[in-house]
């Protein structure tokens, strides 16, 4: 009986050791990849192109529209504001053009950039009839300021705001004055502190450039942040002041 009984368990632990041997190797296959469909360009003041993106990858991923164009001997970049996909998801992009003091026709070329890749989508031509020329320049500092994103107030009610100047490898999109207010996107490489935007506002037929000043404004929760560290350092300080005198009190 006893002999059976270990024949078994020993066929029990080889098979089991058996078990434990066998790995398994799975693994998804990983890749970022983008289609685009009903990609137009308008050609009403301000120009613009859009497209609608879908992540076609097996990788979350952030989608932006870049477009070149050229006019009056002159190459201009704009850029959409980005937006993030999960596989099989959806979304549409926009952005704004600004030939300014120009009529004629642009062309140009648009692409997607995405997960650290560029495809290019389609070149365009398209006709500008109205020309406009800036003359005004109103200096606006924005509020709550992110490393990505910053609210403004305006001084008027309706517009449409498109990017002009930007330190290099900035990529700021266009954006849309509701009520006053207005919210900016942009993708810095590294974010500093006191950068200026420009942009062209277009509103009612007119034209005006505004430079954005991206400061962030010191809160309620900064300021009293502060000044507890700053009561904090002086009782800290007077308490090492009376630590002294007591012990040169001891020691006399």
Known sequence: MKKKTLIITSAFLILLGGVSALTFDVSVDTKTEVSTHNTNVNSSFPPSASTTVTNTGSLGCSYRMKGYYSFSNRTEESFSNEKAL???TTTDLELRMMPTNYTGEINGNLSIMYCGKEKNIDNFSVQIDE????ENETKVVAEQVTNTSAKLEMDRE???MVPVDSP???KPGPSRIVNGTAEIEYEAPIF???????????????T???????????TVLDRFTKSQ????????VLLNLILILLVLRSRK
Do not use: C, F, M
């Open 168 to 170: 290099a490898k900035w």
């Open 131 to 134: 020309r406009v020329l800036p």
């Open 229 to 236: 560290l700053g009561i904090g350092l002086a009782v800290s």
């Open 158 to 160: 309706e517009g449409i």
């Open 192 to 206: 500093r502190e006191g950068t200026n935007l420009t942009y062209a506002v277009y509103s009612d037929g007119e």
């Open 208 to 218: 005006d450039y505004y430079q954005v000043s991206l400061w962030k404004k010191e």
């Open 86 to 88: 999960w596989p099989g």
